[in-house]
Each structure stands twice: as C-alpha cells, then as structure tokens.
C-alpha cells in the first residue's frame, strides 16, 4: 500500500497494511540537518521562506523512513499574520510586539486577507509536493484558537497561562471576540492549505488540558467545532490533539474530527472505550522513551500497537507530544523502525521508505 493511500485510510478508519508512523515535531532541533541550516538563518525566516520550509519539511522522510511530512511551520504564524509581532527569542521561546489585554488591543488586530500575508506557507506545500516521493503525504496544521490564544494573550508561558482564564472570566467580550477571530482565520488557513495540496490537517489544541470540563465546553469547544465542522464540509481529514485532554475526552468525541490524538498519559484501551470505534485514533508514546534504549523502544512500541484493538483498521502510530531536542536520532529512527516490525524480541533497524 502506498503511503498516502495508507495514511489517507487510517484517518478515516478504514483498513490498511500497517498502521502508519509518524511524529511530532518530526522536523527540528534534533537532527543535525536542521541545526546546519539554523546556524545560518534565524527561525521565523526559515518559516517565511519557501524554499527552506520545504527542505526542512521533507528532512525526516529520507532520514527516518516516516510514513507522512508534516509542514515546516509554527501555530503562531496566524498571529503574525495578524499584526502581532511575532519574534522567536532565544531561551525565552515566542514573543510578540503587544499581547491582547483589552478591546483596545483586540482591535490593533488586523483579520483582513490573513491567507494572503501567510502565502508563503502555501508556497513552501507546493515545493514539497512537487518534492516528496510520488503518492506521499504531506500534513498540515494549526494551533486551535484557545491555544493560540493563550500566546496571544499571556506573555508568560511558563505561568500554565493563569492570566489567559482570568482574562477569560473577567474580560468574556475581549475573550470571545478574540476566539471569533481566530476561528474565521483558522478555518480559511486550513481549507487553504487543503487547497494547496495538504492530504490532511492537525489541529493542535495544547493548552486545552488545562481547563476543567465545565470551561473547556465554554471557552474552548466551540470553536474548534467550529473549525472541524467546515473541516467535514471541506472534505479534508483531519486529526484533533490535546495535550493532557484525557478528561476532555467525553468532550472531544462529539467533535467532527477524523482521528483523536492523545499524549502518553492515558492508555489507548480506555481511548478505543470512549470513541467506540467512531474515531480513528492517534498516538501515543511518550517521547522520553526515545531517551532511553533500542531495546526499550522497541518493547514500548510493541506493547502500544498490541493495545490497540486491531492496529490495521483506524490507528496512527505517534508519540504523545513533540520529539525532544536532545533526543538521539538512532533512537527515533528505532522508533520509526519497531512501528512498521512490532514484535517484542526484536532489535530495532532502519528500513527506509
């Protein structure tokens, strides 16, 4: 089966030869590659040029064998795009020229033709597909509102974004007008990337663990339906992430949503309870095992896959987040490796696509 068609039929729960593999953050700090490149150009250039995201993009499918490239990019670029300011600073992640504290700075934001100022997003799709092995996916995304949100509104990240909820609780027009916008936009980016060749689409909601249930169906919920809504009506699969989202997850099935991606704190047996075989299902090692051994890695995987009620009909092999920075590449290529051969004995390999 060929890689698209294979990762095309997981999303929408449909039978395959083997489940497909592929990561988070799959492209970035850890590999050499990358820090080459990054020694010469600075982050948010290298997203804003065509030519590097592409390069960038297609990295790990040569050197690890994934099944599906995931765009290059970053969920903060919308709010670039909407005149935000949006720089990478070193040691201290991303930071923005003002942050959206009340209606005032709400209306600084410019959501007037925001595709446009992200073309060059759309341009790096198009070089990758005309770049990437034939019948090859390639992956899109967006941050969720609530999540870019949080961005967009804290600049204290590490704080677990207590002033985004005060903001939320205190200041609800700010808020909800905030997360109108970002729904449009997003809905627009993501159909558009669709456009532009995408074979499916993540939406990243992070930060959405961090509300209780009650808040989550106020302040977040809507609007990703929203976003997966016109997602069904666009024809694109498309794959729903929260991070810590397991008691959300009542929640997240109700969303029209493809595939539910989890992270590594909830087992895939309680997840295939919840969706009832209505989802495909993404996920979910924990990515500190790429930190350890071949040995162990490939038993994890093994065990995972053999968790999954039947691994060829719905199920996407990933981690629960974003690959470490100092994670060693043989260990991700082993993982990439015990996903398409899981068996328990066995010593992980390299087979390239």
Same mark, same amino acid.
């Given at each position: 089966?060929?890689?698209k068609?294979?990762?095309?039929?997981a999303?929408?729960?449909?039978?395959?030869?083997?489940?497909?593999?592929?990561?988070?953050?799959q492209?970035?700090?850890?590999?050499?590659e990358?820090?080459?490149?990054?020694?010469?150009h600075?982050?948010?250039?290298?997203?804003?040029?065509?030519?590097?995201?592409?390069?960038?993009?297609? !990295?790990?499918?040569?050197?690890?064998?994934? %099944?599906?490239a995931?765009?290059?990019?970053?969920i903060?670029?919308?709010? %670039?795009a909407?005149?935000m300011?949006?720089?990478?600073?070193?040691?201290?992640?991303?930071?923005?020229?003002?942050?959206?504290?009340?209606?005032?700075?709400? %209306?600084r934001?410019?959501?007037?033709?925001?595709?446009?100022?992200?073309?060059?997003?759309?341009?790096?799709?198009?070089?990758?597909?005309?770049r990437?092995p034939q019948?090859?996916?390639?992956?899109?995304?967006?941050?969720?509102?609530?999540?870019?949100?949080?961005?967009?509104?804290s600049?204290?990240?590490?704080?677990?974004?207590?002033?985004?909820?005060t903001?939320a609780?205190?200041?609800?027009r700010?808020?909800?007008g905030?997360? %109108?916008?970002?729904?449009?936009?997003?809905?627009?980016?993501?159909?558009?990337?669709?456009?532009?060749?995408?074979?499916?689409?993540q939406?990243?909601?992070?930060?959405?663990?961090?509300l209780?249930?009650?808040?989550? !169906?106020e302040?977040?919920?809507?609007?990703?339906?929203?976003?997966?809504?016109?997602?069904r009506?666009?024809?694109?699969?498309?794959?729903?992430?929260?991070?810590?989202?397991?008691?959300l997850?009542?929640?997240?099935?109700?969303?029209?949503?493809?595939?539910?991606?989890?992270?590594?704190?909830?087992?895939?047996k309680?997840?295939?309870?919840?969706?009832?075989?209505?989802?495909a299902?993404?996920?979910?090692?924990?990515p500190?095992?790429?930190?350890?051994?071949?040995?162990?890695? !490939?038993?994890?995987?093994?065990e995972?896959?053999?968790s999954?009620?039947?691994p060829?009909?719905g199920?996407?092999?990933?981690?629960?987040?974003?690959?470490? !920075?100092n994670?060693?590449?043989?260990?991700?290529?082993?993982f990439v490796?015990?996903?398409?051969?899981?068996?328990?004995?066995?010593?992980?390999?390299?087979?390239?696509?």
């Amino acid at each position: 089966m060929k890689p698209k068609e294979r990762f095309i039929n997981a999303c929408l729960n449909k039978e395959v030869d083997r489940p497909p593999v592929w990561m988070m953050r799959q492209a970035g700090r850890y590999l050499p590659e990358y820090r080459k490149i990054k020694e010469q150009h600075a982050t948010k250039k290298m997203m804003q040029t065509p030519e590097l995201a592409s390069e960038i993009t297609l !990295q790990p499918v040569s050197i690890l064998g994934v %099944d599906a490239a995931i765009l290059y990019s970053d969920i903060l670029m919308v709010a %670039d795009a909407m005149g935000m300011g949006l720089d990478f600073a070193v040691g201290e992640g991303p930071v923005f020229d003002f942050y959206i504290k009340d209606a005032a700075a709400l %209306d600084r934001l410019n959501t007037q033709h925001v595709t446009s100022r992200l073309s060059y997003v759309f341009k790096a799709i198009s070089l990758c597909a005309q770049r990437l092995p034939q019948d090859y996916p390639l992956l899109g995304f967006a941050g969720a509102p609530f999540t870019v949100a949080c961005y967009m509104i804290s600049a204290n990240s590490r704080a677990n974004f207590s002033d985004v909820k005060t903001l939320a609780w205190t200041k609800p027009r700010v808020f909800h007008g905030l997360m %109108d916008l970002l729904t449009g936009v997003t809905i627009d980016y993501l159909v558009s990337q669709a456009d532009a060749g995408v074979a499916a689409v993540q939406l990243f909601d992070t930060w959405a663990g961090l509300l209780s249930p009650r808040d989550y !169906q106020e302040l977040a919920k809507p609007y990703s339906k929203k976003i997966f809504d016109a997602l069904r009506s666009s024809g694109i699969p498309s794959i729903h992430f929260i991070r810590g989202g397991q008691a959300l997850m009542s929640d997240m099935t109700t969303l029209a949503s493809d595939v539910i991606a989890v992270d590594w704190r909830v087992d895939l047996k309680t997840i295939y309870q919840f969706t009832k075989g209505a989802y495909a299902v993404q996920g979910n090692l924990d990515p500190d095992i790429l930190l350890t051994t071949p040995t162990l890695i !490939q038993q994890r995987v093994t065990e995972m896959i053999a968790s999954v009620p039947n691994p060829k009909k719905g199920y996407i092999v990933n981690l629960g987040h974003g690959v470490g !920075q100092n994670t060693p590449v043989e260990n991700v290529r082993c993982f990439v490796d015990a996903a398409k051969n899981p068996q328990p004995n066995r010593k992980c390999g390299f087979i390239s696509i």
